[in-house]
């Protein structure tokens, strides 16, 4: 039923207010009553829901809560709730949740409705390896009507989770860092993004393992990882809805082992300590090898630059071009990743940024022909 | 208008775990209509005399300590399962105890008034599920009953409220505490619209828990300190519930209450266990826990803060008790009110509602919307990333949806080339099908062989207030549509069964109804005698005995004044 008819059969204007919609629906009640006229009172009821649906309850909460509103004890509650979260502490969260005054102002705080609350504790609950089902049938089995969608995506989050966790060893802040973002945006393909940003972002050398393998198991993430670890590269937003961690070391930020390069640094330093016989400028030389080689083996410094150009790799191999892709990569680094990756190399070639080089598109222009 | 002599009468029935009762509105006014013996409610009780013929009511509720093995309470809380009880020689299921309770009923009606009962509306628990109303509305049929609809307890109760306050305005809560089962209700009542907006509720939590608990507690003091297991043996046990049940009732308004068991072992000692209501109290706080669930979840569905409420109404015999008017204030920081006699305004809310449903212009100004208490569905698979989650239930119809309503929704094919499409329909609020109730299931065919997606089914329920639901489904691109009608009659106890049954019940030897008053005081004071000790045993037990040599003169009034001289004593004795 649209608008027009139902404000027809309740007899209103276009801008009744639900305080006349009700009054107006009252009225009809009594001429139309379930008891009596079943298919009068169905009709007049569909128009009453349609209208009220839009009406009283379309103002859009804000579910951000550093979003500025009074501080009362209410949204202290539900400070202290999203700072446990922050710390890892799932099972005070859970815990604090579950006394009902948690509830209320979390209720307060998350669209203000308690499914919505609970959605995003479910989640943090699954993140905190409560198997899935216990954790939700558990904790909440009357905070959502069975088709809400929210449900249908904790299960399916939930097995993912499980999927996840026992394919690649991920660390634990990682789950902290998902977690967060979960309780922040509830869509998880974005949740896990953020989570994935915000630990690559903390610890590069740890992450880039993890983030690879992953990426092979959910590769509908990549594009919008890509976009994150864009936006955290580029610029620190203000507006970030999340804290951002302590600003890395350069060092640690950009390390990745390999083995090649430091150990011909080692064995160059122990050849010319072998055949330098007391060379004064050997002596010098020789520590500034060994040191240079130490340093490589714990990492070889990876820019970012190369590392996007990795999850661009990934992102087309699984055919998920996102946006914004390429557009901040330099053509050379392009071609230098390309060569190993001929669909990057494609792509360079597709958006233009490898004509600038001078150089020729290998592959020839082809007709797409519908199979 | 008055009601047509020819016409006979519609009443409301509220068929209780304890106690059940009929009421009818007559002349502006909502009437209980008194039993055989003159008393407002009649237990919901049955047993079976030595010579096979059955008693219903007072009388049997009275042999409960005296004959426990022939005789049945509580049977509603079984409705809608397959258990059933062997009483006197004779099996019956509790939709056939149910209807001895309510033929009684509708008999004294047709005495008490003189006319035909035509049509009952009956009351069940908010939270009974479709199991249980099925079971409702066979005990209904084999009864020989003409009932169409069933409604929730909490808005019969509301019901009432609303025709006794026409004008008022107010945001309540329904409590119903009742013997055996929980409910709670959110509405609106405005100008005599009353519109439930939620309602929650546990089946199996009534006062008779707390009895049990209490019954529990008792048997375990009563081992350690006299070294008797009061729980061993059928009738000592059913003492110990009358014993129970009688220091529960006092503890509504003394501080402390006696346990007294009297007959014990083969030397009848006589024990004695003093209790303290603090102490009780702590015993009854796990329920008392259980209540705050289904408050907590109706007021979540209705989305309400618990400050909203402008007042909350107790109803439910088991709401006298103290410890039920201190939840409620601790949980809505305001009194409850008992506007309406607590045991009655059920049955009188079921009157309303009868009369609401003949368009009876005593009730022309007053409306009342109701809700579905539990969401209706089938079973669909969903696709998340790589992986395929099956048996999850999409509600169609969520509870909580003012009836009657019709819904909606889309389906769409999962393989490639599927041709048909296997649908159960369920009732429940999990999200995995396993843990709801399966009401039914159809099978769609005939759909065009598409890949998967393609095709699209729309599933359309529609349900209305006698629980008739009617499931449609099309499909999109042929336009072909397949209809399955699940009614109440159609389930649960087969047709043939309750034919059974009704012949069965026919076949029952029943006290004759003149001699019912006799009956229920010899079954009283024996009950009594086998409770108490000491001068009032001794002197109990001459007056019964008079009594007995006076029923076989058979002199009507020599009878009455003995009978009547019987219960003045065992009031006394009571009061005592």
Redesign the interface.
Known sequence: MDVDTALGVLGLEPDADARAIKRAY?KL??RH????D?EG??RL?EAYECLTDDAPRSTPPDPQWTSPRPVTQRTLNAVAVHHALDEGRFADAHAMVID?RWA?ALLDDADG??AEATYRMGLAAILDHRPA?EA??AAY???????DRR???L??VG??WE?LRSTARLPPQFHAFVAKSFIVDPQPRIALARGLARWFWNDRASAMRGILTLLTQ?P?VASVLYDEVRALDDAISPDMPLPLPPQPTPAARLRVPTLWTPLVLVVAALLIAVFSEGNVAARTFIPVLLVGGGLGLIGRPLSNASFRARLLSSCLAHDQPPATLGTNLGPFRLLREGLQNDALLEYGFRIGRLGRLGLDDPSPAQETVAP | MTLRKDAGVRIGIDLGTTHSLAAVLMNGRTIIIPNRLGERLTPSAVSVDTLGRVLVGAPAKAREVTHPKDTVCNFKRDMGTERSWNVGGKTMRPESLSALVLSDLRQSVEEHLGQPVLEAVVTVPAYFGEDQRRATQAACEIAGLHVERIINEPTAAALAYGFGNPEREAKLVVLDLGGGTFDVSVLEV????IEIIAS?GDARLGGEDFVEVMMERCRQRFLASDAIDLGAHADLSAKLRVACERAKRSLSSAERASVVVTGVGPSAKTLTLEVGRDEVHGWWAPLLQRMQ?PV??AL?DA?W?RGAVDQVLLVGGATRMPIVSDFVASVFNKPGVRELPPDEAIAMGAAVQAA??A?DAQVE?L????IAPF?L?VNHT?E??S?Q?GG?????L???T?????RS?SFSTLHDGQRMVEFSVYQ?????CE?NTKIGQYTVQGIPPSPAGQQVLDVRFSY??NGLLEIETTVRSTGETHVLVLDRSGRGMSKAEIERARTAMAGLKFHPREALPNVAALERAEAMFATVTGEPRAVLGEVLGSFRACLETQDPEVIRQHREQLLALLQTIRQH
């Open positions: 009252h009640l009594k009553k379930p008891d009596s079943p009172f169905r009821r009902a209320d409705s308690y089902y939700i049938a089995p009357d905070c959502f009507s069975p088709n449900l249908q995506v299960l399916a097995r993912e999927h959910y509908s | 405005t100008d005599g619209i929650a669930t907590r979840q979540k989305g803060l609401l449903k368009d100004d409306v009342v919307t109701d969401s569905g969903t998340y990333g992986h989650v999850l239930f999409a509600a169609i969520e509870r909580g003012v009836l009657p309503a019709s929704h429940g609020e999990h999200a995995l843990h209305d207030l």
